[in-house]
């Protein structure tokens, strides 16, 4: 059996962040872990070094635009998924 790959999910909606870890370990594929900040993100990404994260622009302590520089200026090179409410 393969290592399942670890995502991060990051949202101040608890409810999506539910929803969204739900449907992706639903074939075990994958494994998550789910924070509601861009400060509990860049930590998350510093310790866990997760191979995809999943991120909402629009956070509670930082835009998460912002929240991405800083993890690419600290080395953090693996996919990033933004989430947005944006027309």
Do not use: C, W, Y
């Amino acid at each position: 059996m393969t290592q399942a790959r670890r995502i991060l999910i990051v949202d101040d909606d608890d409810d999506l962040r539910a929803t969204l870890a739900e449907q992706l370990t639903v074939e075990e594929e994958f494994s998550t872990s789910s924070v509601a900040s861009a400060g509990a993100a860049l930590d998350a990404v510093r310790l866990h070094r997760p191979e995809l994260v999943i991120m909402n622009v629009a956070l509670p302590d930082m835009d998460g635009k912002d929240a991405v520089r800083v993890m690419r200026t600290g080395g953090f090179h693996n996919p990033i998924i933004m989430l947005t409410g944006q027309a």
